[in-house]
Every structure is written in C-alpha cells, then in structure tokens.
C-alpha cells in the first residue's frame, strides 16, 4: 500500500507559476512511476505528467510541454510538478498517482494503482 498527499495548489494568477508536491509513504517508492493528472469542472480526469522510477525519463501531456516539469527525489519520497506560465485552462484539482514500475509508464488513469486526494489549483486575474 502506498499513501500519496499532496500540498501547493492555490490561486495563482495567469503567467504566474506554482509548486506542487506529493509525499508517498508506505512501500518503497523507488519502485513506483509516478504521475500527475487533474479534473476540471465538468471533465474527467486527464493525464499530465509521469515519471519513471529513476527520474531520467519523463512524459508530457502537450498542452503542457515547456511549462511543466516533473521531477521526484526518491531519498524523500516525494514527487514535484512546477508549473510555469499558467493559463485559466490550467485550473483544475491536481492529483498524483503510482503505478509499479514492472509495469512501465501509463497515460491511463486506469492504470495507476494509487491516488493522492487531490489539490486545488485556480488560474485567475
């Protein structure tokens, strides 16, 4: 069993920037691809962001190449996304989500095993 809890979500305005983080506990996250996805109002959950058990290979939804990085530090078991140039179609509850890294990098929601509960981030002037 792996706990995820995220923590940075806020109001920001448009062009503004944001840290998100998300702590996991429980086994070994070394072993676990990490990602990122989040839900607008009125959507479904979409997929933003992974990254592999290393670090040294990470995925993008298009929509934010270039604005956003993944990153994770495994000797604190945490996972970051920074978000830069933020855009009102950026507002949405962002959560994180791990998957066993036997079973390589997903886009799929339905593929990850484990989820965070979520934080609310908000692109507005």
């Known amino acids: 069993q792996v706990q995820l809890v995220e923590s940075g979500g806020g109001l920001v305005q448009p062009g503004g920037s944001l840290s998100l983080s998300c702590a996991a506990s429980g086994r070994t996250f070394s072993g676990y691809i990490l990602g990122w996805f989040r839900q607008a109002p009125g959507k479904e959950r979409e997929f933003v962001a992974a990254i592999s058990w290393t670090g040294g290979s990470t995925y993008y939804v298009d929509d934010v190449k270039g604005r956003f990085t993944i990153s994770r530090d495994n000797a604190k078991n945490t996972v970051y996304l920074r978000m830069n140039s933020l855009e009102p179609e950026d507002t949405a509850v962002y959560s994180c989500?791990?998957?066993?890294?036997?079973?390589?990098?997903?886009?799929?929601?339905?593929?990850?095993?484990?989820w965070g509960q979520g934080t609310q981030v908000t692109v507005s002037s």
């Open positions: 989500a791990a998957r066993q890294s036997k079973y390589g990098v997903s886009k799929s929601r339905q593929d990850y095993e484990y």
